[in-house]
């Protein structure tokens, strides 16, 4: 049992944003205050969180002394620090911006309980050790991120969230009845305990097999997996902007990572070839369905929330490979190119959308053929948009160029050429639909005499883009020793 | 253990049911009564599985899942119906 | 500090040089003129020393190199060798000139902080992309200065501007995306890919052979779209539509030098010329090079936009190098690496006496030009160096590539490449002849399309005049001291013979 020194930022992590939102409520008028002190102290808690595994490897904590089965089990080994690190840094960065978005007194009174309730629940589901609180966890996700997008408060964006809403919920529902058939069989929910039942009772295989499927696709509803995307585009795209930010790299990305928790961790035993490549040809899917769309859009965050569901994608076509790759450094660089694009999406997509939002504010909408101007009134935007694009593209140096580097490397390895041609051909849909909207920027119009002009606004898109590009990109090492993996050279 | 075995598979019915209902119709509160049913599908299964013969106490495990699930259900129902009811306005006004 | 030290981290102290300056010339405001010049010439002049210093560390033979981790298996490898030397101070002492060209150029248009912070960047991708030591670390500045260079070509924001970026951005990331998939599968095949003399593939067996002809095509199919090989040099003249500082810069050291040392780079310090060679990669990579030579010639003797003409004329030039590297022996590897050196010289003066007509003049087309020659003496007579040096006149830089070239083929036995040159003079003296004709023998027009005064007692402004002329004397100094130590052919020598073991 580790020193309770080392433990506590697992609990601050949840209990700081909880406590916040409790505040934010209680003092409506003082909500901004509130939420940036709440915002700076999680985001810290965060850092020591970090801090803690880097030396200590995996934490674990039972709270209230029960026994596993009851208590509240939190636990935190690489995986999970790493997602818990890149979203609270993207949050800290969405709160700045979001203390200056919004103007009128009542959504400032809505948005910051509901925004301090969502990072709660993200920092639990990356940390919850066990099936039924990441349920509970997974819930309050969802529920708080539809109430979040609907802030928005015209008809499209609360028809859009309405449908995000009941789709979450039918997928979370989907997900209790797989987790009761792992009760049923197992007698526990404990993620550790489960994976050695799984893993010792072959005879189970029928309800273990089924209790995943049950619980990936309703995973797969939340990440909006093609075919099951549909409902994301109109909620992303509707939703304010720093909201927008937060559904599309994080929300989306937590049920990323329930999948591949499970994938990795529980039924380890169960998951075959046959899953994965089904998998992987849904997200081949969603990288080209979702890129070709993003290229037709004609409002630049509907792009951005195609976007979204084509950078998914990409996170499938790794499980296939992981199937066909030994235990060893190749495994090792392949999970950690596979987190490494799953964080550098979260920041270069919370920068986008940020970008979007102030770009959205300035010109009065966000149809892109019309954008020109705007984009050159706003150099510092316009360049996080263009940092932010570049590592949606893949293009060197960001984190999602070494991550498709060591994809294509191990898909070339393992003999799956036909996943280079999928991911050749994102790449190439990618660029088109980024310098579509960058190559308004470059027009006649007047030359603006500052690079920034509203710092509280540009400043953390520009800072966020910036880490996707030249932190991820030039030096991701330091990602390989947080997972705990070796990955010399392969 | 009959009883249980019907009592689950009358969960696991009602949870095929409501999702097609939740598919098949268009309405915003079928949609969301659907999704109740659903949730009282997965409910009775855990109810089901909590059940440990007529002389042990059931397990409390399942139960306080349940429990926990009926307050998630009903405050995501509130939710849907609130959203609802805005949809309706704006379109009233429009 | 000692000099182990010095020599790991000089390399990427000359890639920042240029990149640091960048970033806060971004941030400079619009109307800040002298901060932002202080920027270029300082990041300018500084890389300039720094060369100097790399160049003596390499010919002592000293190790040069900086190593940086960016992920497990994957490192950043900047190391200087007499190849890099050559690119390397090519782009340097180019960069400084350009620079002050376009303070000059730009005085008074908009959005100078971007096209200088961009105009920076794109001179860090080319140093790094010289400094290179392996595969990726290539790779990675391939595709930077892709990105650094569409802002340039876009810069004017008039459509056609949009437009020629757009194709040029098309072609350049469907090349890199070929050229990363033959990165990424050589990787695959046999590990870290560092550039070493003489190749790192000989060892391989037979039965990978296909492989390597597969991946020899990938590669080449990427570079040779900078290289502007045909068919995939559709996107230079379509450039074109760029500023003058731009055009000289993209046309005669970044995008297409680059694209023709990756050429080198891959045949030299990959394959190896004889593996090349060998796997009869190098006879289809000359048949390439001889094709593009005489198709850019007979294409730009159809061009009356001056910049058209010129951009043809380079994507025949540069291909002299993908001849010289597709020869075997170290004679004709010497004409194609010091042309790697000339065409630069000669063509960036071509390309700044063509912004000065157009600046001063507003003559934009050749049918413009007659008697440009007595209204603008200086410009024209570099000019006509440039020109005559294209051609292959002596004692012009020109002459010494095309001799070593031609040499090259003898010795090696391919006589055709004899051919290939005397077609390819014939037509540069075709489209170039003519328009020194007009320039100084034709009378002038009683009025210039556009004519401005600068107010200076030259012919036009000084910051656009002596570039120019700077760059004409360099011509003819690289001509006329060819065996003079530390010139561009002694470095050719020693590249040749370092690569063939003399």
Same mark, same amino acid.
């Given at each position: 049992?580790?020193?309770?020194?080392?433990?506590?930022?697992?609990?601050?992590?949840?209990?700081?944003?909880?406590?916040?939102?409790?505040?934010?409520? $209680?003092?409506?008028?003082?909500?901004? #205050?509130?939420?940036?002190? /709440? @915002? +700076? %102290?999680?985001? *810290?808690?965060? =850092? !020591? &969180?970090?801090?803690?595994?880097?030396?200590?490897?995996?934490?674990?904590?039972?709270?209230?002394?029960?026994?596993? $089965?009851?208590?509240?089990?939190?636990? #935190?080994?690489?995986?999970? /620090? @790493? +997602? %818990?690190?890149? *979203?609270?840094? =993207? !949050? &800290?960065?969405?709160?700045?911006?979001?203390?200056?978005?919004?103007?009128?007194?009542?959504?400032?009174?809505?948005?910051?309980?509901?925004?301090?309730?969502?990072?709660?629940?993200?920092?639990?589901?990356?940390?919850?050790?066990?099936?039924?609180?990441?349920?509970?966890?997974?819930?309050?996700?969802?529920?708080?991120?539809?109430?979040?997008?609907?802030?928005?408060?015209?008809?499209?964006?609360?028809?859009?969230?309405?449908?995000?809403?009941?789709?979450?919920?039918?997928?979370?529902?989907?997900?209790?009845?797989?987790?009761?058939?792992?009760?049923?069989?197992?007698?526990?929910?404990?993620?550790?305990?489960?994976?050695?039942?799984?893993?010792?009772?072959?005879?189970?295989?029928?309800?273990?097999?089924?209790?995943?499927?049950?619980?990936?696709?309703?995973?797969?509803?939340?990440?909006?997996?093609?075919?099951?995307?549909?409902?994301?585009?109109?909620?992303?795209?509707?939703?304010?902007?720093?909201?927008?930010?937060?559904?599309?790299?994080?929300?989306?990305?937590?049920?990323?990572?329930?999948?591949?928790?499970?994938?990795?961790?529980?039924?380890?035993?169960?998951?075959?070839?046959?899953?994965?490549?089904?998998?992987?040809?849904?997200?081949?899917?969603?990288?080209?369905?979702?890129?070709?769309?993003?290229?037709?859009?004609?409002?630049?965050?509907?792009?951005?929330?195609?976007?979204?569901?084509?950078?998914?994608?990409?996170?499938?076509?790794?499980?296939?490979?992981?199937?066909?790759?030994?235990?060893?450094?190749?495994?090792?660089?392949?999970?950690?190119?596979?987190?490494?694009?799953?964080?550098?999406?979260?920041?270069?997509?919370?920068?986008?959308?940020?970008?979007?939002?102030?770009?959205?504010?300035?010109?009065?909408?966000?149809?892109?053929?019309?954008?020109?101007?705007?984009?050159?009134?706003?150099?510092?935007?316009?360049?996080?948009?263009?940092?932010?694009?570049?590592?949606?593209?893949?293009?060197?140096?960001?984190?999602?160029?070494?991550?498709?580097?060591?994809?294509?490397?191990?898909?070339?390895?393992?003999?799956?050429?036909?996943?280079?041609?999928?991911?050749?051909?994102?790449?190439?849909?990618?660029?088109?639909?980024?310098?579509?909207?960058?190559?308004?920027?470059?027009?006649?119009?007047?030359?603006?005499?500052?690079?920034?002009?509203?710092?509280?606004?540009?400043?953390?898109?520009?800072?966020?883009?910036?880490?996707?590009?030249?932190?991820?990109?030039?030096?991701?090492?330091?990602?390989?020793?947080?997972?705990?993996?070796?990955?010399?050279?392969? | 253990?009959?009883?249980?075995?019907?009592?689950?598979?009358?969960?696991?019915?009602?949870?095929?049911?409501?999702?097609?209902?939740?598919?098949?119709?268009?309405?915003?509160?079928?949609?969301?009564?659907?999704?109740?049913?659903?949730?009282?599908?997965?409910?009775?299964?855990?109810?089901?599985?909590?059940?440990?013969?007529?002389?042990?106490?059931?397990?409390?495990?399942?139960?306080?899942?349940?429990?926990?699930?009926?307050?998630?259900?009903?405050?995501?129902?509130?939710?849907?119906?609130?959203?609802?009811?805005?949809?309706?306005?704006?379109?009233?006004?429009? | 500090?000692?000099?182990?030290?010095?020599?790991?981290?000089?390399?990427?102290?000359?890639?920042?040089?240029?990149?640091?300056?960048?970033?806060?010339?971004?941030?400079?405001?619009?109307?800040?003129?002298?901060?932002?010049?202080?920027?270029?010439?300082?990041?300018?002049?500084?890389?300039?020393?720094?060369?100097?210093?790399?160049?003596?560390?390499?010919?002592?033979?000293?190790?040069?190199?900086?190593?940086?981790?960016?992920?497990?298996?994957?490192?950043?490898?900047?190391?200087?060798?007499?190849?890099?030397?050559?690119?390397?101070?090519?782009?340097?002492?180019?960069?400084?000139?350009?620079?002050?060209?376009?303070?000059?150029?730009?005085?008074?248009?908009?959005?100078?902080?971007?096209?200088?912070?961009?105009?920076?960047?794109?001179?860090?991708?080319?140093?790094?992309?010289?400094?290179?030591?392996?595969?990726?670390?290539?790779?990675?500045?391939?595709?930077?200065?892709?990105?650094?260079?569409?802002?340039?070509?876009?810069?004017?924001?008039?459509?056609?501007?949009?437009?020629?970026?757009?194709?040029?951005?098309?072609?350049?990331?469907?090349?890199?995306?070929?050229?990363?998939?033959?990165?990424?599968?050589?990787?695959?095949?046999?590990?870290?890919?560092?550039?070493?003399?003489?190749?790192?593939?000989?060892?391989?067996?037979?039965?990978?052979?296909?492989?390597?002809?597969?991946?020899?095509?990938?590669?080449?199919?990427?570079?040779?779209?900078?290289?502007?090989?045909?068919?995939?040099?559709?996107?230079?003249?379509?450039?074109?539509?760029?500023?003058?500082?731009?055009?000289?810069?993209?046309?005669?050291?970044?995008?297409?030098?680059?694209?023709?040392?990756?050429?080198?780079?891959?045949?030299?310090?990959?394959?190896?010329?004889?593996?090349?060679?060998?796997?009869?990669?190098?006879?289809?990579?000359?048949?390439?090079?001889?094709?593009?030579?005489?198709?850019?010639?007979?294409?730009?003797?159809?061009?009356?936009?001056?910049?058209?003409?010129?951009?043809?004329?380079?994507?025949?030039?540069?291909?002299?190098?993908?001849?010289?590297?597709?020869?075997?022996?170290?004679?004709?590897?010497?004409?194609?690496?010091?042309?790697?050196?000339?065409?630069?010289?000669?063509?960036?003066?071509?390309?700044?006496?063509?912004?000065?007509?157009?600046?001063?003049?507003?003559?934009?087309?050749?049918?413009?030009?007659?008697?440009?020659?007595?209204?603008?003496?200086?410009?024209?007579?570099?000019?006509?160096?440039?020109?005559?040096?294209?051609?292959?006149?002596?004692?012009?830089?020109?002459?010494?590539?095309?001799?070593?070239?031609?040499?090259?083929?003898?010795?090696?036995?391919?006589?055709?490449?004899?051919?290939?040159?005397?077609?390819?003079?014939?037509?540069?003296?075709?489209?170039?002849?003519?328009?020194?004709?007009?320039?100084?023998?034709?009378?002038?027009?009683?009025?210039?399309?556009?004519?401005?005064?600068?107010?200076?007692?030259?012919?036009?402004?000084?910051?656009?005049?002596?570039?120019?002329?700077?760059?004409?004397?360099?011509?003819?100094?690289?001509?006329?001291?060819?065996?003079?130590?530390?010139?561009?052919?002694?470095?050719?020598?020693?590249?040749?013979?370092?690569?063939?073991?003399?």
């Amino acid at each position: 049992m580790p020193e309770p020194a080392m433990t506590a930022p697992l609990v601050l992590c949840i209990v700081l944003p909880l406590l916040g939102a409790l505040f934010a409520t $209680a003092l409506p008028g003082r909500a901004v #205050a509130v939420g940036i002190v /709440t @915002a +700076l %102290v999680t985001a *810290a808690a965060a =850092v !020591a &969180l970090t801090l803690a595994v880097w030396e200590q490897g995996t934490l674990h904590l039972v709270l209230g002394g029960w026994e596993p $089965a009851l208590a509240i089990a939190l636990r #935190a080994d690489g995986i999970a /620090t @790493a +997602l %818990v690190l890149m *979203a609270n840094l =993207v !949050a &800290l960065g969405i709160s700045v911006y979001a203390s200056g978005y919004f103007q009128d007194a009542i959504r400032i009174r809505s948005f910051w309980p509901l925004w301090l309730l969502l990072w709660a629940a993200l920092n639990g589901l990356f940390l919850a050790g066990d099936l039924f609180n990441l349920y509970v966890m997974l819930e309050l996700l969802g529920i708080s991120a539809a109430a979040l997008g609907a802030l928005t408060g015209n008809r499209e964006a609360i028809a859009a969230n309405l449908r995000y809403l009941l789709v979450g919920l039918l997928g979370s529902i989907t997900y209790l009845l797989g987790v009761a058939f792992l009760y049923t069989a197992h007698g526990s929910l404990d993620i550790g305990i489960l994976a050695a039942a799984i893993a010792a009772n072959e005879q189970l295989f029928a309800v273990d097999a089924a209790a995943m499927t049950l619980m990936i696709s309703g995973l797969a509803l939340k990440a909006a997996l093609f075919p099951l995307h549909f409902w994301l585009p109109p909620a992303h795209a509707n939703a304010p902007a720093p909201v927008s930010a937060a559904l599309s790299a994080l929300v989306v990305k937590a049920a990323f990572y329930l999948i591949l928790r499970l994938w990795l961790d529980v039924f380890a035993p169960v998951t075959g070839m046959a899953a994965a490549m089904l998998l992987a040809l849904l997200g081949s899917a969603a990288v080209l369905w979702g890129s070709w769309r993003a290229l037709r859009a004609a409002r630049l965050k509907l792009l951005a929330a195609y976007s979204t569901v084509a950078q998914i994608g990409y996170l499938f076509l790794f499980l296939p490979l992981l199937v066909a790759t030994p235990e060893g450094p190749a495994r090792d660089n392949l999970l950690a190119a596979l987190l490494l694009m799953a964080v550098t999406h979260g920041f270069a997509k919370a920068g986008f959308f940020l970008a979007a939002g102030l770009v959205q504010t300035n010109a009065g909408h966000d149809r892109i053929d019309e954008l020109g101007g705007t984009a050159q009134r706003l150099p510092a935007t316009t360049f996080a948009i263009a940092l932010a694009g570049s590592a949606l593209i893949g293009l060197p140096p960001s984190g999602s160029f070494i991550g498709k580097w060591l994809l294509m490397q191990q898909a070339i390895a393992t003999g799956q050429w036909w996943w280079v041609v999928v991911i050749l051909a994102g790449t190439a849909l990618a660029a088109a639909y980024v310098f579509r909207v960058l190559s308004r920027a470059f027009g006649l119009e007047p030359t603006p005499l500052r690079f920034i002009t509203d710092p509280r606004a540009e400043v953390p898109a520009l800072v966020l883009a910036l880490v996707s590009v030249a932190v991820l990109g030039l030096a991701s090492g330091p990602l390989w020793t947080l997972l705990g993996l070796s990955g010399a050279d392969a | 253990m009959t009883a249980q075995l019907l009592y689950g598979g009358a969960g696991l019915m009602l949870f095929v049911l409501g999702i097609w209902s939740f598919l098949v119709h268009e309405p915003l509160l079928r949609k969301v009564i659907a999704l109740n049913i659903t949730g009282a599908g997965v409910f009775h299964v855990l109810i089901a599985v909590a059940y440990r013969g007529d002389a042990a106490p059931p397990d409390p495990v399942p139960h306080a899942l349940v429990l926990t699930g009926i307050v998630v259900a009903v405050s995501a129902t509130a939710l849907a119906l609130i959203l609802g009811a805005r949809l309706q306005d704006s379109d009233d006004d429009a | 500090m000692s000099w182990d030290a010095i020599d790991s981290l000089l390399p990427v102290a000359i890639v920042l040089s240029s990149l640091l300056p960048g970033v806060f010339i971004f941030l400079v405001d619009e109307e800040n003129h002298l901060l932002r010049t202080v920027l270029n010439l300082l990041g300018a002049v500084l890389k300039l020393a720094l060369v100097g210093l790399l160049i003596w560390g390499v010919w002592l033979g000293q190790p040069i190199e900086t190593r940086i981790d960016i992920a497990p298996g994957l490192t950043l490898v900047l190391s200087a060798d007499a190849l890099s030397v050559l690119f390397v101070t090519l782009s340097s002492v180019l960069w400084l000139i350009t620079t002050v060209y376009a303070i000059g150029y730009l005085e008074h248009s908009p959005n100078r902080s971007r096209f200088f912070g961009f105009f920076s960047l794109c001179v860090s991708a080319t140093v790094g992309i010289a400094l290179a030591g392996n595969l990726i670390t290539f790779v990675i500045f391939y595709e930077l200065l892709t990105l650094a260079t569409y802002p340039l070509v876009a810069h004017r924001g008039t459509p056609e501007a949009t437009r020629g970026a757009n194709i040029y951005l098309a072609y350049t990331l469907s090349g890199g995306l070929l050229l990363l998939v033959g990165a990424v599968w050589l990787r695959t095949l046999i590990g870290p890919v560092d550039f070493t003399v003489g190749g790192v593939l000989s060892g391989l067996p037979a039965s990978m052979h296909g492989q390597l002809v597969a991946i020899f095509a990938l590669l080449l199919a990427g570079l040779g779209v900078k290289a502007a090989l045909v068919p995939l040099h559709g996107w230079l003249p379509q450039s074109m539509v760029a500023p003058a500082p731009v055009s000289s810069l993209l046309h005669a050291v970044a995008v297409v030098k680059a694209g023709a040392f990756g050429i080198v780079r891959v045949v030299y310090d990959v394959y190896g010329v004889e593996l090349a060679y060998q796997l009869g990669l190098l006879g289809a990579l000359g048949l390439l090079a001889s094709f593009t030579i005489v198709y850019g010639s007979v294409m730009a003797l159809a061009q009356d936009g001056l910049k058209a003409r010129l951009a043809y004329s380079t994507v025949s030039q540069v291909s002299y190098i993908a001849l010289g590297a597709s020869l075997l022996g170290p004679v004709a590897t010497i004409g194609g690496m010091v042309h790697l050196v000339h065409q630069g010289i000669m063509k960036i003066t071509l390309f700044f006496c063509a912004g000065n007509y157009a600046e001063t003049l507003g003559v934009h087309k050749v049918s413009q030009m007659d008697g440009v020659g007595r209204r603008m003496p200086l410009t024209t007579l570099a000019f006509t160096v440039g020109a005559l040096g294209m051609i292959g006149i002596p004692p012009i830089a020109g002459f010494v590539s095309k001799w070593y070239l031609g040499l090259g083929g003898v010795t090696s036995g391919q006589y055709w490449v004899l051919l290939v040159l005397a077609a390819s003079t014939l037509l540069n003296a075709g489209y170039f002849l003519p328009i020194l004709y007009r320039a100084w023998f034709r009378p002038a027009p009683a009025e210039w399309p556009k004519e401005h005064h600068f107010g200076t007692r030259f012919e036009t402004m000084g910051a656009l005049l002596w570039p120019p002329v700077v760059t004409a004397v360099l011509c003819l100094l690289a001509g006329l001291l060819a065996s003079a130590p530390f010139s561009p052919l002694e470095w050719a020598q020693l590249i040749a013979e370092r690569e063939y073991g003399l």
